[in-house]
């Protein structure tokens, strides 16, 4: 959905001048949280209990960085093969214990909490990252949507010119960077759904016989329960209905009732997100990411979706 058009563009702008000033100076003070937190840290005590130097102080930097969850911490340092104990890798009581060694619990109040925030050796539920369980938390892949927090602007995932995912996210419209996501008005995007009305499409047919020229596919149904397309030839003359336009004719046939249904909820949700205001045609660039496990992504370009090889 396009954001309000009377902000101006990010780039140059008087916000982006304040932003990049309060951004610098938000890094200096985090830079400076990370210093104390770090010579808070007890390296000999965690060093003297048995464990490795190299893993202790990565671990010791990291959490001062940010009090991330125990499993995420175990992870990262199994990841950058650094041992907890020669030969012995990472595991969340360790993680734990280390933390437990590097700000030990009785210094907690002596932290200054106004200035720097929650104690880095700070060990209770709140460092866990939340997670709700409900019957509906298998029902399809996660997929996100921004909001411009700036102009208004709300775009899906897989965008063109917005960035990947949460990575160097930036407003299509005002081209501010960054942006929040926000609640989806429906779980599938425009994307998504464009992918579907291509994958699930009416069988194709060859040129038409008269002229040679591509049939192209107009939609000519009622309001009942059965959806019907045509081929037809655009040099025939659909509104007399002459011989060249009625030789060209033919019904659009599906693979099965399966893709006829998945094609026309896919039309169906694209034209009521249009009546709605949103954009929906589909911009070259835009990609798709394949929701069944396979891994595929797909892009949009100038002669339709291809698969991504990158």
């Not at 902000?7 to 001048?17: C, L």
């Not at 030839?233 to 336009?245: I, K, T, Y």
Request: glycine share 10%; with cysteine.
């Amino acid at each position: 959905m396009y954001g309000d058009r009377s902000v101006q563009p990010w780039p140059g702008s008087a916000d982006e001048r304040a932003a990049s000033a309060a951004r610098a100076a938000a890094e200096r003070k985090h830079q400076d949280q990370i210093r104390i937190a770090l010579q808070w840290a007890d390296i000999p005590a965690a060093l003297r209990a048995g464990y490795d130097e190299n893993g202790v102080r990565e671990l010791a930097r990291k959490n001062a960085s940010s009090l991330s969850d125990l499993d995420d911490l175990t992870e990262y340092l199994n990841a950058a093969r650094l041992p907890a104990r020669p030969g012995v890798a990472w595991d969340r009581q360790a993680v734990r214990e280390v933390i437990g060694l590097l700000w030990p619990q009785e210094r907690g109040s002596g932290w200054p909490r106004t200035e720097l925030g929650t104690y880095p050796g700070y060990l209770g539920p709140l460092r866990d990252k939340p997670g709700f369980i409900t019957q509906f938390s298998v029902t399809a892949a996660q997929r996100a949507q921004f909001r411009c927090l700036r102009c208004g602007a709300r775009w899906p995932a897989g965008w063109p010119d917005t960035g990947d995912g949460f990575q160097d996210a930036r407003c299509p419209d005002c081209a501010v960077p960054g942006g929040g996501s926000c609640a989806r008005d429906t779980e599938h995007s425009i994307i998504d759904l464009h992918w579907l009305m291509d994958r699930y499409a009416p069988r194709a047919v060859r040129p038409c016989a008269v002229c040679g020229t591509p049939r192209e596919l107009v939609p000519r149904g009622y309001s009942g329960p059965e959806r019907v397309l045509y081929w037809t030839c655009p040099n025939g003359d659909a509104l007399r209905r002459d011989e060249h336009f009625l030789t060209a004719l033919e019904r659009a046939e599906w693979e099965s009732t399966a893709a006829h249904h998945a094609y026309w909820l896919a039309v169906d949700m694209l034209r009521l997100a249009y009546y709605s205001g949103e954009v929906t045609h589909l911009p070259i660039g835009a990609t798709y990411d394949t929701r069944d496990g396979s891994g595929e992504r797909w892009v949009f370009g100038p002669n339709g979706w291809e698969r991504s090889t990158g």
